[in-house]
């Protein structure tokens, strides 16, 4: 099993409608979450982070987080054509006696139809 | 003043060949990351220092040599390239190695 796992699409919305982005991971001792965006030859830039369970709201940008389930969520409300890209789940991965890691999954490409 | 920069932007070379990406953050953070990407866009870690130290060394071949010699540069050199090391090279930094990277435009290398 992955340790982060997003399907990786296309997913094709159209404009004005609500994008959902999903994402699981295998260790459930990850305490923290986080979504980046990466435009086509771009690099990737962080859009949300989310560590307690629940809904976090930033704009159109609803990041979701279920620890049971292992599961975190992106919803991108009012989709625009701008908002086309690859969007990355990423998760600290935490080890005993080890160092704190960044991991991120495969990405999910997202294309919003005018 | 661009946050995270890498130089060369793009590098092609044959193999066998050495070469360097150097790496400069002006965020005063003091964790920087050498992340790789694939052609299928998966974004692996490499290296991460803290602080001048090593903290983070994924398993990479030892043609890969990072190298920090202050804690807002990191440059990375790669001996006897081959065609498998294409791929484009991400450094990153973040405060206290937490999960909110700063990423660089990134050096797309090609191995031929």
């Known amino acids: 099993q992955k340790e982060v796992e997003q399907n990786s699409g296309p997913l094709s919305v159209p404009e004005g409608a609500i994008a959902s982005l999903n994402c699981t991971y295998s260790d459930r001792g990850s305490q923290s979450f986080f979504w980046y965006r990466q435009y086509s030859g771009k690099s990737p830039e962080l859009i949300m982070f989310i560590y307690s369970n629940g809904d976090k709201e930033d704009g159109r940008f609803t990041a979701q987080l279920n620890k049971a389930s292992q599961y975190v969520s992106l919803l991108i409300r009012d989709s625009q054509p701008s908002d086309s890209a690859t969007y990355l789940c990423a998760v600290i991965w935490k080890r005993s006696g080890a160092t704190n890691k960044l991991i991120f999954g495969t990405g999910t490409l997202l294309a919003v139809q005018p | 003043d661009t946050a995270v920069s890498q130089t060369p932007k793009y590098l092609v070379t044959q193999m066998g060949n050495d070469k360097s990406i150097k790496c400069e953050q002006n965020?005063?953070?003091?964790?920087m990351y050498w992340y790789k990407q694939d052609s299928k866009k998966f974004l692996k870690i490499m290296f991460s220092y803290n602080n001048k130290e090593l903290i983070i060394n994924e398993t990479v071949p030892n043609r890969f040599s990072p190298k920090s010699p202050d804690k807002a540069h990191l440059n990375l050199h790669i001996n006897s390239l081959e065609l498998g090391d294409s791929a484009v090279y991400f450094c990153?930094?973040?405060?206290?190695?937490?999960?909110?990277?700063?990423f660089g435009e990134g050096s797309r290398l090609t191995v031929l």
């Open positions: 990153a930094s973040s405060p206290h190695n937490t999960g909110e990277l700063f």
């Open positions: 965020l005063g953070h003091d964790t």
